[in-house]
Nanobody, 124 residues
Framework: QVQLVESGGGVVQAGVSLRISCTVS????????MAWFRQAPGKEREYVAG????????SYANSVKGRFIIAKDNGKNTGTLQMNSLRPEDTAVYYC?????????????????WGQGTQVTVSS
């Protein structure tokens, strides 16, 4: 029923920008928040950025603060993550997630719905 689908990933050179999107469908009520997580091979899934859906309040991990911008488009039920000044260490599979329960946490275990992920590869 509920589906989150990411798009826009790809291979880019360090220093350039990339924007990925997450389209949400099947939710019958407004989620508390949408967030982006990423996972590199051999590493745990980590929080990247999140946004409160109604209040439109963003938050960011320190590693991307000042470089990434999270936003949403209510008309299309779409969230976006604009990634600027990309670095090789940003290379990962990026997942969007929806928090319905309203935990307001960066812990991935509290997000109920997940997309399939989109690969972002940054070359030096």
């Amino acid at each position: 029923q509920v589906q989150l689908v990411e798009s826009g990933g790809g291979v880019v050179q360090a220093g350039v920008s990339l924007r990925i999107s997450c389209t949400v469908s099947g939710l019958t009520f407004t989620p508390y928040a949408m967030a982006w997580f990423r996972q590199a091979p051999g590493k745990e899934r980590e929080y990247v950025a999140g946004i409160n859906w109604n209040a439109n309040i963003p938050s960011y991990a320190n590693s991307v603060k000042g470089r990434f911008i999270i936003a949403k488009d209510n008309g299309k039920n779409t969230g976006t993550l604009q990634m600027n000044s990309l670095r090789p260490e940003d290379t990962a599979v990026y997942y969007c997630a929806a928090d319905v329960a309203g935990s307001g946490t960066s812990d991935p275990s509290f997000y109920e719905y997940w997309g399939q992920g989109t690969q972002v590869t940054v070359s030096s």
